[in-house]
């Protein structure tokens, strides 16, 4: 899938965002090497700390089904009612489930601001990533 296709993904995803204290609407598109899409949305909670990002929706969806293999992401998030205007960065909890997963050399961060699609390597994101390796 090209990366339009998979914001409109996100996009799509983000129709379903549970986010009534934030009022922050995001939604995450992610592909796996094999062209398996799985979508997520923020999910909060009133204890507000058992609140969830789309991205880490996306990947515990796919992770949950046996998926590992992932090639890029989409994300998009905007308050509710509002058409995309700016760019949402996935936040530093969710960098660091996606160093557990992809490949930081090769894994695709795509964010959309309305108008045009940035794109990342993760270890654009995620400089000098904790892991068990050390490396
Ligand atoms: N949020 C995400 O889902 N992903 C991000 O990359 C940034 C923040 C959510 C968390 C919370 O539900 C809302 O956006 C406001 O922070």
Redesign the pocket.
């Known amino acids: 899938m090209d990366k339009a296709q998979l914001v409109n993904k996100a996009i799509e995803a983000r129709e379903k965002s549970y986010?009534p204290y934030?009022g922050?609407c995001?939604g995450a598109a992610l592909e796996t090497e094999e062209g398996e899409v799985y979508l997520g949305c923020?999910i909060?909670n009133a204890a507000f700390g058992p609140?969830v990002?789309?991205?880490r929706t996306a990947f515990f969806k796919a992770v949950s089904e046996g998926r590992g293999d992932f090639k890029q992401i989409a994300?998009v998030?905007a308050p509710r009612g509002e058409e995309i205007h700016s760019f949402?960065?996935?936040?530093g909890v969710?960098r660091q489930v996606m160093s557990e997963f992809c490949r930081k050399d090769k894994f695709q961060i795509h964010l959309y601001n309305g108008e045009e699609i940035r794109t990342f390597l993760l270890e654009e994101l995620l400089p000098y990533a904790f892991d068990l390796d050390g490396e």
């Open positions: 986010s934030s922050f995001v923020n909060e609140s990002c789309a991205e994300i998030g949402c960065s996935p936040c969710c």
